[in-house]
């Protein structure tokens, strides 16, 4: 008997970066891209693997890796959520002693540049700044799929309509309550599908989320802010309202400080007009918003900085 238990353990291939141009149109000079990174986890039965060095249910870590490469090619790429719900389902129902798989992706979206004199397009640019993310986990003995999605990396700012005072004060609290303040974040979000969405074979998760991405924009740039907690809870709140596949979101907001500085040396006043754009430290404004009744699936312990 040994002292220790094997715990919680997965295993697969991670990042891997894969870019899969479609061709269309005339001789195919019309070219389509989906650039992502692939992550796949594996959960089962592994006990022996660890503990005995028996590597008899052990589906390499290398043979993950190739089948995201081939199912690329074999199936396509129509979005990250059919692509990683496809890979989960392959690994979990081909192997009787994978249980679960959990696949996570990041997309990179690009943009055509128009370029006047040709009519074929296969130039791109780097669009935006924020990642799209997907994780799909397929567990085959409850024939649950669930399917989180989101974005990182999205830096949006509003230049008044925010301000921050009424707060408690107690000895150490020097902030100044602000009536007109700059208010700037760069948002994570994540958002749970319903169990339905996540079954049905129309779901149009490029329209998804795009829709999401739009609606929580429009509330940042909506709400007149008292704090970015109020805020969090309005972009997550404005999702849910119109789109009613999405039974949750997390949102992971740092506060991306802005001070106005000191010009009274130069004799010059600062009527909010110059300010200090802080990188370090920041204020860290994190919580998850759900429908009543649903229990939230959305991991709270990552780390998620700024
Ligand atoms: O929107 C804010 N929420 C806070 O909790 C906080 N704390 C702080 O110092 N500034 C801010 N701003």
């Known amino acids: 008997m040994s002292k220790y238990v094997l715990g919680q353990n997965q295993y697969g291939k991670a990042e891997n970066r894969i870019v899969k141009i479609v061709r269309k149109g005339n001789e195919g000079s019309w070219h389509e891209i989906r650039d992502l990174n692939v992550s796949v986890a594996l959960r089962g039965e592994f006990r022996d693997v660890h503990l005995t060095g028996d590597n008899g249910n052990c589906l390499p870590t290398d ?66 700044q924020e990642v799209r993310t997907s994780q799909v986990t397929f567990n085959k003995h409850t024939g649950q799929l669930q399917i989180v999605s989101g974005l990182k990396d999205l830096t949006v700012l509003n230049s008044t309509n925010a301000e921050f005072h009424g707060y408690i004060k107690d000895k150490y609290t020097t902030l100044q309550e602000a009536y007109d303040r700059i208010l700037a974040t760069k948002v994570t979000a994540r958002w749970a599908y319903s169990a339905a969405a996540a079954a049905d074979p129309d779901t149009d998760w490029d329209r998804l989320y795009k829709k999401a991405r739009r609606l929580m924009l429009e509330a940042f740039a909506e709400t007149y802010s008292y704090s970015l907690q109020q805020t969090l809870n309005a972009m997550a709140e404005r999702i849910m309202d119109h789109c009613p596949q999405i039974n949750e979101v997390r949102l992971n907001l740092p506060n991306k400080h802005h001070f106005l500085v000191d010009l009274e040396p130069f004799g010059l006043k600062n009527d909010n007009e110059v300010y200090f754009a802080a990188d370090r430290m920041y204020g860290l404004i994190e919580a998850t918003v759900h429908r009543d009744g649903i229990t939230p699936v959305i991991a709270t312990s990552d780390w998620i900085t700024a």
């Open 63 to 128: 043979t993950t890796k190739n089948t995201v490469y081939a199912f690329a090619k074999e199936h396509g790429v129509t979005s990250p959520e059919d692509f990683g719900t496809r890979l989960a389902q392959h690994f979990t129902n081909s192997q009787s002693v994978i249980h679960e798989s959990q696949v996570r992706l990041e997309e990179y979206a690009w943009d055509r540049i128009p370029v006047p004199t040709r009519r074929d397009q296969h130039s791109f640019v780097r669009s935006g």
